[in-house]
């Protein structure tokens, strides 16, 4: 199975930008699809990017298209989200996320999760 563990959060104003990486270990890998997800209080997980297992298939929530951008890198079995333009509404738990389903956009498609790490954004 997959392992993973998020970092590189932390609190920055708005505009600033952050890279999130996630760290992962296990045989599985390179075969999974990668996807990035965030929960701010009393709010529901919700998607925000995915990476396809050979790295050429994007996707993004139109809440971040344009500003993030995620990728990975299988040789050093990582992931990155690259933040840029932060808004204080980016404000949340990031969790990196893997797995092999097809609804890219809903949690249950995913099999493994990292614990998350924090990022705040103030106005």
């Known amino acids: 199975q997959v392992q993973l563990v998020e970092s590189g959060g932390g609190l920055v104003q708005a505009g600033d930008s952050l890279r999130l990486s996630c760290a992962a270990s296990g045989r599985t890998f390179s075969t999974n699809d990668m996807g990035w997800f965030r929960q701010a209080p009393g709010k529901e997980r919700v998607f925000v990017a995915r990476v396809a297992w050979s790295g050429d298939r994007k996707y993004y929530a139109e809440s971040v298209k344009g500003r993030f951008t995620i990728s990975r890198d299988n040789a050093k079995n990582t992931v990155t989200l690259q933040m840029n333009s932060l808004k204080p509404e980016d404000t949340a738990v990031y969790y990196c996320?893997?797995?092999?389903?097809?609804?890219?956009?809903?949690?249950?498609?995913?099999?493994?999760w990292g614990q998350g790490t924090q990022v705040t954004v103030s106005a």
């Open positions: 996320a893997a797995g092999r389903g097809k609804m890219y956009t809903d949690p249950v498609a995913y099999d493994y």
